[in-house]
């Protein structure tokens, strides 16, 4: 087994786990990164990049991280609320137009950033293509009816999240929402995290591997009473494979990322929005992206759910261990980052192994039990 990177001897434990989930065969390669108060104690990748094994996982390798990516837009819409240029109780028509087509000119962004939309996928046929190409995309959603009562519950927004969420910001921004982020989270961080990757990055990516049981839940939302998130087109746990993907823009989830930029951008959040002495965010934009909008059961899924402005709340994986108000975003197949205020971590976790589990990831609750044990 390959582990490489540092670990302070206080979070052994944490190298550990990482090393009993490659000598299980849980994981195939990744890494795991963990920032407690602005200071990365933990940075480890090991494993292999390919189905192959014949290369490493290295310090800089990407690997998609699927629907962690929103954790991420959805700082970036938080920034823009900060800044005036949004409010989350607004319409989204306020700044698209088009999109008060077919009933929707009270659909708000906070509805939007929480799943209650009403437009968790398409009414109308649309493939990949059309995904990439993104203006397809936006066009049939500002054009379609909501496909439920907006405001009457949550249902997992899968692909559309990003495209409503980076449509929105482009039209009050003019910057593409990949743009946005390399530009004023990203580079201000100096975090190895893409939504849209440059062919001259192209060769550090690694390949994706669909494990057991990583796509049941396309199915099981299919046979759901709100299916829309699994057609038009259908998610597909190799697509980050492929060259198409990777060079669009899927803000919903085609971030390409290190386990050690998510672990860096969640524990800038902990700290209230400032890292090595500069501010990206203030504590009190943050709080507002982070308190809770929904807590109930989502019937596509038929399972508990708790959002905020884009984040994840109340995560199973952590529940007990990490402090109320952490928020963050899992990942399809094992990714996840996140941040505990209340212990100042920020903890970012990524694999090319897509697992699907009834239950949790025992990856991931190895390594944060073990994070929580040492603080």
Known sequence: MNI???CDP??????????????QGLEHGGGVSVVVHGRTVVDLWGGHADAARTRLWRQDTLINVW?????????????LVERGRLDYAAPIARYWPEFAAGGKERITLDQVMSHQAGLN???????????????PFVDALAAMSPLWEPGSRSIYHALTYGHLAGEVLRRVDGRSIGRFIAEEIAGPLDAD??????????????????????????DFVRASPFPHASHNPAPRALAPNDRAWRAAEVPGGNGQSTAHALARIYGMMAAGGVWQDQSLISRAAIEAA???????????????????????????VYAGRASPQTFGHTGWGGAIGFADPGAGVGFGYVTNRMLGFDDLDPRRKLLIDAVYDAL
Do not use: N
């Not at 996928?121 to 203006?135: C, H, I, Q, S």
């Open 4 to 6: 490489d990177g540092i």
């Open 10 to 23: 206080r979070f052994a434990a944490v190298r550990e786990a990482f090393a009993e989930c490659l000598a």
């Open 67 to 79: 629907s962690s990516t929103k954790g991420v837009v959805a700082l970036a819409i938080a920034m």
């Open 121 to 135: 996928g398409l009414a109308v046929p649309m493939d990949e293509k059309g995904l990439l190409a993104w203006t």
């Open 193 to 218: 995290f893409h939504v849209g990757l440059p062919d001259r990055e192209d060769s550090r990516v690694a390949e994706m591997i669909e494990g057991p049981k990583a796509s049941d839940w396309v």
């Open 290 to 316: 982070t308190y809770l909008r929904f807590r109930g059961t989502d019937e596509s899924f038929a399972s508990p759910a708790a959002f905020a402005a884009g984040y994840q709340m109340e995560d199973p």
